[in-house]
């Protein structure tokens, strides 16, 4: 799956002395490093750029990209608090080369190491901008590379070169004819003769207990102002998730004023317990539902949420999980997204993939001898509509009509019937020459992905009048 991530800023004010008051040396230079925030868990990259008596610290795509925070201490012991729930402090020394020491989250215990470097990475300048003529362009990363979304039209170009400037290519993997050139400075983005300013956003680096005794971690985006803001858990696909899979659908609604709560998957980066597993099977779907009904739980509690108005987003495999943590959840959701999510039994779902080859090679019978060959096997596995009966929710999925992954043309008669047996506010929408994650392709096959424009341009305006008609988007 093309990862697609969203960062943003936050500005803190100094509420003490800052580091060296009284014209005492400073801190100097950019640190790049890791740290940990529990054995348990994988290492975080970071990036710390000392100035004054303060640092601009720099996390991940899909956590906060750049934080400015006051510096405590002394010139070789510093102390940095992230904003969190509860707060990421650092406090390490410095010995000229190398800036290591202690890190806490609540009750959470690890360490950091960082050496000297020329600079903050790429995500330092990774977010959502808003343009001059009112529409979103996110800047998005991944391990793979970097890319502009033109949010509303779904339009995306990879970015070639080095932060803070880039060279804009002509679609998702190709370069040429180019789209100009690209340049970040602090809040601002110049994109030829378009300029932006980065969504005023806050982020908060968040810890709280899941399922059978884990701990889940993850990112928490806040729209500016008091609120209380309408919000939605990130529901994973499958794999071994992080919170940055998240990034396209975290775009689509943070820049209409819903927060998002977006976390590692369990036994996954900064998560604990144990992970069950990529196979959609019934014990699998059951603990990661109880981890999203946990999920809710906390983000329905936090100050700047509106527990009236909290629900559960997600892709692919989210499909099976959302209908089963929103029942457990009970009348903590309220609403539901799902992009590519199958109401199919878990059994018909990967029979399809298999006789369509996941879309890795063309198609060896029509797809309606296909199609025909599914029903005839009919139900088996997992099956999420038990749980989709008992829902009252306005629920919305986006669909693509050349999805290699999961059978698109099977799901709609299933809503179909649900709608008119239960007669609720269910909503879905196929989108023409769409992949499994909405990206316009030809045939629906994996190799045309490169080349394709991006995600389809009817997605986004779906997607707004939907939360308009629920009265969830600002």
Aim: hydrophobic residues 40%; charged residues 20%.
């Amino acid at each position: 799956m093309p990862t697609r991530t969203i960062a943003v800023v936050l500005t803190l004010a100094a509420t003490a002395p800052a580091l060296a008051a009284g014209g005492a040396a400073r801190p100097q230079g950019t640190w790049l490093g890791t740290y940990t925030v529990s054995r348990a868990t994988a290492p975080t990259a970071i990036g710390i750029s000392f100035s004054g008596g303060g640092a601009i610290v720099t996390l991940p795509a899909g956590y906060a990209a750049r934080d400015s925070v006051p510096a405590f201490g002394s010139v070789d012991h510093v102390r940095l608090t992230l904003p969190g729930r509860p707060a990421l402090v650092l406090d390490g020394r410095i010995d000229g080369t190398r800036f290591a020491g202690a890190v806490r989250q609540g009750g959470a215990r690890g360490t950091f190491s960082l050496t000297p470097a020329s600079a903050l990475p790429a995500s330092a300048a990774l977010g959502l901008y808003r343009l001059g003529d009112g529409t979103t362009l996110g800047l998005l990363g991944n391990d793979t590379g970097t890319w502009a979304l033109e949010v509303e039209s779904g339009a995306y170009h990879q970015l070639y070169g080095t932060a803070p400037s880039w060279v804009v290519g002509a679609k998702f993997g190709v370069r040429r004819p180019e789209q100009g050139q690209l340049r970040v400075s602090g809040t601002t983005l110049v994109w030829g003769r378009k300029t932006g300013r980065r969504l005023p956003l806050r982020q908060l680096e968040v810890r709280f207990p899941g399922a059978r005794g884990a701990v889940l971690a993850g990112t928490l985006t806040v729209p500016a102002g008091r609120g209380p803001f309408p919000a939605a858990v990130y529901v994973h696909g499958s794999g071994p998730s992080l919170r940055t899979e998240s990034q396209y659908l975290a775009a689509l609604l943070a820049r209409r004023g819903i927060a998002f709560l977006a976390y590692d998957k369990r036994g996954n980066g900064q998560s604990t317990g144990r992970y069950p597993g990529e196979a959609a099977t019934p014990p699998t779907i059951d603990v990661l539902s109880r981890d999203v009904a946990a999920a809710a739980a906390f983000l329905a509690a936090q100050p700047e949420i509106d527990p009236a108005r909290v629900g559960l987003a997600g892709a692919s495999q989210a499909g099976w999980i959302i209908p089963l943590a929103a029942v457990r959840a009970g009348a903590r959701v309220h609403w539901a997204l799902i992009e590519s999510g199958p109401v199919v039994t878990t059994g018909e779902s990967d029979l399809y993939a298999s006789l369509v080859s996941h879309g890795d090679v063309p198609l060896t019978s029509p797809i309606d001898d296909i199609l025909d060959q599914v029903r005839k096997t009919g139900p088996v596995g997992f099956d999420p509509v038990p749980s989709l009966r008992r829902l009252r929710i306005p629920i919305l999925w986006l669909y693509g009509e050349v999805d290699r992954s999961q059978p698109t043309a099977l799901d709609v008669p299933v809503l179909e019937r649900l709608r008119t047996d239960t007669g609720a506010d269910l909503t879905w929408r196929v989108f023409p020459k769409a992949d499994h994650f909405l990206f316009e392709l030809r045939t629906g096959l994996n190799s045309e992905r490169p080349s394709s424009r991006g995600v389809a341009p009817q997605v986004a305006p779906a997607v707004d009048g939907w939360l308009r008609v629920h009265k969830l988007a600002a």
